[in-house]
């Protein structure tokens, strides 16, 4: 069946690093794919999302490319902030069901930030 | 514009209690999805209720069971509780002729003792 794999955390980086978190995800069709944050106590909030092939996603710095051919999407920032700590989750809709609410996630991926 | 609201926030029940989540979908969202999150792991879709009927649904059992009400609002029922149901259970909505990306909401979580 369809599945999202992310790297394993927890990511520990120094402001201003740059980050990857990496996503590959395994669909039998067209899967739109997203990426979601999580804070602390909180659920959870798109942060950006990919309809198509080739499709770049971006907000607040973050951005990630819909690689078809190797079947990834991961999730890039130029310098991180402390406010970026959080949990990260690499989700695909699934094809069959004909909407966005049905969706596959990954483990999730922490990422701390030190000043 | 109030986002998704899911109530209660926390909720501490026994093994073989049952329980009910509520869950308000964000303004002019007609389509409410609701998903279990164990500590540490991602989401796992349970259903999917669409016009008052469920739509779709995951791998859970028939202790899982929901229900949509013509405000478009939704319930998520477990009966006979385990100590495995303790979660953070999530509940997201979405616009379906439009096919907006799914709101979610704070969550409620499930402490099952």
């Known amino acids: 069946g369809d599945s999202v794999t992310q790297m394993e955390g927890p990511v520990t980086l120094s402001e201003e690093a740059f980050l990857t978190i990496n996503c590959t995800y395994t669909?039998?069709?067209?899967?739109?794919l997203f990426w979601y944050v999580q804070y602390p106590g909180e659920g959870l909030q798109l942060l950006l999302k990919?309809?198509?092939?080739?499709d770049k996603g971006s907000n607040k710095g973050f951005e990630a490319t819909y690689r078809k051919e190797t079947t990834s999407f991961h999730l890039e920032k130029g310098s991180v902030q402390v406010s970026d700590s959080a949990v990260y989750f690499c989700?695909?809709?699934?094809?069959?069901?004909?909407?966005?609410?049905?969706?596959?996630f990954g483990q999730g991926t922490t990422l701390q930030v030190k000043p | 514009d109030a986002g998704v609201t899911q109530s209660p926030t926390h909720l501490i029940k026994t093994r073989g209690q049952q329980v009910t989540l509520r869950c308000s979908p964000k303004?002019?969202?007609?389509?409410v999805s609701w998903y279990q999150q164990a500590l540490g792991q991602g989401p796992q879709f349970i259903f999917q209720?669409?016009?008052?009927?469920?739509?779709q649904r995951g791998n859970f059992p028939d202790r899982f069971s929901g229900h949509q009400f013509p405000n478009y609002s939704s319930e998520l029922n477990v009966n006979a509780l385990l100590l495995g149901d303790s979660a953070l259970y999530l509940c997201?909505?979405?616009?379906?002729?439009?096919?907006?990306?799914?709101?979610f909401g704070q969550g409620t979580r499930l402490t099952v003792v």
């Open positions: 209720y669409y016009e008052e009927e469920e739509r």
């Open positions: 303004s002019g969202h007609d389509t």
């Open positions: 669909a039998t069709g067209y899967p739109s």
């Open positions: 989700a695909l809709s699934d094809p069959g069901s004909g909407n966005t609410g049905k969706l596959i």
């Open positions: 997201a909505s979405i616009r379906t002729r439009v096919n907006t990306e799914a709101f």
């Open positions: 990919a309809t198509k092939a080739d």
